[in-house]
Each structure stands twice: as C-alpha cells, then as structure tokens.
C-alpha cells in the first residue's frame, strides 16, 4: 500500500460498519492512496486490527467487489481492481457526464450494482476466466478475411447452435436462418418496430409489465394499449375488448415479468387466436424462462404457433450477463425477406468476435453447465434472502410463492412506491410493485432482486436495512 490506510470508524453513527469501511476504502481508491492492482489487507488481518467481526469485512469486501472496485484472486489476495486505471474514481459533479433523468419504474442501466437491483444475474457466477480464454482463443485464430463486414442476421454457427438449443430446451422448430442476433430484447424489438410497425398501430402490453418494452413501442410510434393481468397472465378477452384491431401483443408467457404467474393453455391459445383472426403479431419476451426451481421450464408460446403469429425473443442478459448486449430474434419464416433486409439496413449492433466466443461457449457445453450451477446458486440466494426477510420481518412481509424467474415479492402493508422511494434514497435497487402498473392497482408488494446475495450475514443486514425503509 502507498501510504498507510488510515480506517477511522465510528460505532456511534446509524451507518453500519460494513458500510463504513466501503466508503472508507471507496474514498481511498478514489484518492489514490489505494492504486488499481495493490493488495489491500486480508479479511481476517483487517477485522482484527479494526476489532470488527470478520463477516463485517467480508461483507464490505463483497460490496466493494461487486460494484467493480475490488478484485478476488483467489489464492493470490483481493487487489484494487486494475481496470480502474487511467480512470477518475473521484466522485465530482463537474467530471460526472450529463445523465438523462431516469425512466420511471425502470430496470437500472449503467455501471455499478445496488442490493437488490432488478434485472441482474449473479455477476460474481460468470465464468470470465474461461470466457476470456475463449475471446483469446477467438481473437488469435481469427482469419484476416473474418475481419471485413460481418453477416448482418448473426453469425452462422452461433445461429445454428441456437436453432438446435430452441428445438430441444423451447419446443420451437425452426432453421437458422430464422433465428437473427440483435443486441438483447431491446435490440430484437427495435428491429421489429422497424420492420413491421406503422405510425398510430395499436401495442397491447401487460399491466403491470416491462416499462422498457412498452417504452421502447411508444418511442417508435406505436399507441399502448394496457392489458390487466391475472393470475392466468395476460386477459386476453380484455385486451379484445380494449383493442381488438391492435397490430401487437407483447407477453412474457413463461413468467409474467414481474408478477411470475405463466399465461394458462387456454390463454395461450385465445391469444393466438385472436392474433390469426386480426392479424395481429405477439413478440414473446422468453426472458428468465431458464430459471424455474420447482418444475421444468414451460414449452414456449411459440412451439404452439401453427399460422407463424409469434416473433420469439431470447436475451443473454440473465443467463450470462447484460453488459453482454447479446439476444436472439426467431422470426416466420414469409417474414424473413422483410427482417434481412431491415437487419441489412440498419446495424445490429453486435460484434462478431462476442457471438463467436459465445458459439464456443455454447457449443463446448459451457452455457448449459453454467444454466445448471446458477439454476442451484439462486434456489439457494433466493432462499437464504427470503427466511432473512421473513425473519426480521415476520408478519409484515408476505411472499408470493413464484415458481421461477430472479427476484422475489414481498406483499407489504402501506404505501409501497412510498417505501421504494426511501429504499433508493438508502441505496437499495429494490422496486414497488405498483411501479409497474399503468392503469391497474396491485396490493403493495417489493420486487426484489436475489442474484447477488451472497451470503447469509449479507442477506441479514439487507433484512435490517429493508426493515429500516419500512420504518420497522
Ligand atoms: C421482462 C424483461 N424482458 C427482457 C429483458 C432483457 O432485456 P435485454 O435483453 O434488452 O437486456 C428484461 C431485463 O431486465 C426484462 O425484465
């Protein structure tokens, strides 16, 4: 260490120990008197010479890993992550960039991770050695020729690869060259809208639902049309009431985001009747359908799609990681000369070297082993954060029993936006459910992210801190 870290800590103050020493080390990363690549103290050293007990350190540890600043090397210590070189840690509003006011009820975007945030997969559980292995790999092998334009629709193997995964973990038979790579969900609706939508065409969305989706629709010129939602997931009778002449339907069938509830058979086939009837086209948001804990993933609306009414989505954001700004796009195929043509015309946006060395991850067996050991971390994040919850909470705090998907739903008394609000002020990413809504009222009820729980004495100081939001 350049000087010596001077951690002075106050036990009289309401922030927590933990939380100290993250601002302590923060401030010294910031500085410079903790530099990218230096060693910072073990845990065991550090509690003992602060005199704290060594989960609390463990716990500012994990935080401050988290978020980016440090970096676990195993046997060789923690460091100062190295990659915060060249870059100015020092939190100053002249050197900040100018930041768009947040979107309501939305899933964050941008660097750095709060407790509980939505919409992220358990960042410390990707494999990133062996994925840069296989960048390396990729990168040094890679033909002078490779290096020109690449295929707009994705690149060939990878699609192959996805087409063959779709038919046997989905229900979904289709050929590659239905199967487009774009940049996520947002990138696969973009191109949609781009594609297949007119100015004024009426969108039926689920409420509550996704903002970002009906965000994105609106933007391009789509009039919304909320939809309620069941607990048989989308009403399609209402949504006919409603709109019967809209152009689409987004659903997200296998788990209602965020409600988790699955859109029933006879829904599934009312949907797609209506749609064959209209006309109409249902984009089915796939997202998180790997993750189900009691039972196997649900085939997707799409295996029972005979008159070619559903343009499928699948995003890599959850199963790997967002940053990733990898999805797929399966399109009927009297729609593909439309859907190369716009992919031709507009860029996609993904870089081949990354479908390339997510080819080899695919095909090397690595994705469905890393599905395996996720599917049993978060069955044990989500549990060991619920009985923290049910815990401190007890009686003031009902879950809803999900089958699947990443977060958790905590049925509350009072004011839930109110109560999200205090959370962020707190720095905590949980969301109030009545967030999500356009029209439609819920009970109050948290959404909470569990993916990056990591520990048993983490999940009980985030009990205490959600207790503290609720002012228990
Ligand atoms: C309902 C839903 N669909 C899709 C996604 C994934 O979006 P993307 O693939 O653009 O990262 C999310 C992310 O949180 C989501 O909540």
Known sequence: MSEPLALRLDPSLAQPIYRQIYERFKEAIARGTLRPGERVPPVRGLAGELGVARGTVELAYQLLTSEGYLLARGPAGTVVSPQLSGRDTTPSPHKAPPTAPALPGLIAHGPGIRP?????????????????????????????????????????????????????????????????????????LDLITRTLLQPGDAVWHEDPGYPRGRQLMAAAGATLVPVPVDNDGLCVSEGERRAPQARFALVTPSQQSPTGVALSLPRRLALLDWAERSGAWIVEDDYDSEYRYASFPLPALKSLDRQGRVLYTG???????????????????????????????????????????????????????HLKRTRTLYAERRQMLRSALEQRLGEAMHFDDLPGGLHLIGRIGGDDRAIAQRAHAAGLGLQALNSWCVEARREPALVMSFTNVKSAPEAAELAKRVAEVMEM
């Open 116 to 188: 509980f945030q939505l919409g992220l997969p358990a960042l410390d559980a990707f494999p990133r050695a062996l994925w840069s292995r296989l960048a390396g790999r990729r990168l040094r092998h890679t033909l002078p020729g490779e290096l020109a334009y690449p295929d707009p629709c994705g690149f060939g193997p990878l699609r192959e690869a996805l087409a063959g995964y779709l038919s046997v973990s989905r229900g979904i038979a289709c050929e590659p060259a239905q199967v487009l790579i774009c940049a996520g969900y947002q990138g696969a």
């Open 315 to 369: 995003t890599f954001s959850k199963v790997l990681f967002p940053a990733l700004r990898l999805g797929y796009l399966v399109v009927p195929k009297d729609l593909l000369p439309d859907f190369v043509r716009s992919q031709q015309v507009f860029a996609s946006g993904c870089s081949e070297l990354l479908q390339a060395t997510l080819c080899d991850f695919f095909v090397e067996g690595h994705f469905s082993r």
